[in-house]
């Protein structure tokens, strides 16, 4: 059966439930604020242990990575996602979200064809593509001062 792209739309439009595009953006904008203030608190808690800027810098985001690990292997990141959408995958949570999943989904596996191959199935291109772009960006900004 070969669809145009007119009764595609008409179709997925057909069978997708209506989306409120205000109400997840507000959903989107709280849950990641949200994220952001809790990183805030990671990092002011830091602060007040002596750690310098470097230190807690790292140890927040090795805490936020930790934290969105844990809520992916209760299975509660991907409630909170649904309800937010972006708020959740933005920030560095969603990162670790993104290496989480697939490695619990794949663990049945084994550890080498399952865990092992599959841990950056989600994460892979955009680690591929984010350190692509920041060497060329690197690069012409080594060139051009």
């Known amino acids: 059966m070969k669809l145009t792209k007119e009764e595609y739309a008409e179709m997925l439009g ?13 959903w989107a904008f709280v849950v990641g604020g949200l994220i952001c203030t809790i990183g805030q608190a990671v990092s002011e808690f830091y602060k007040s242990r002596g750690l310098d800027q470097t230190a807690v810098s790292a140890a927040t985001a090795i805490t936020l990575v930790f934290l969105g690990g844990l809520l992916t292997a209760l299975h509660l990141y991907d ?4 309800k937010a959408g972006a708020g959740t995958l ?12 697939p490695a619990m989904e794949f663990k049945s596996e084994g550890f080498i064809l399952g865990l092992g191959a599959k841990l950056f199935a989600i994460a892979g291109p955009v680690l591929v593509y984010g350190i692509s772009a920041s060497v060329i960006y690197g690069l012409i900004l080594f060139f051009i001062s």
């Open 90 to 101: 933005v920030p560095i949570t969603g990162f670790s979200n993104a290496i989480v999943s």
């Open 14 to 26: 057909s069978q997708s439930p209506p989306s409120n595009l205000l109400l997840d953006m507000v």
């Open 79 to 82: 409630k909170i996602a649904k």
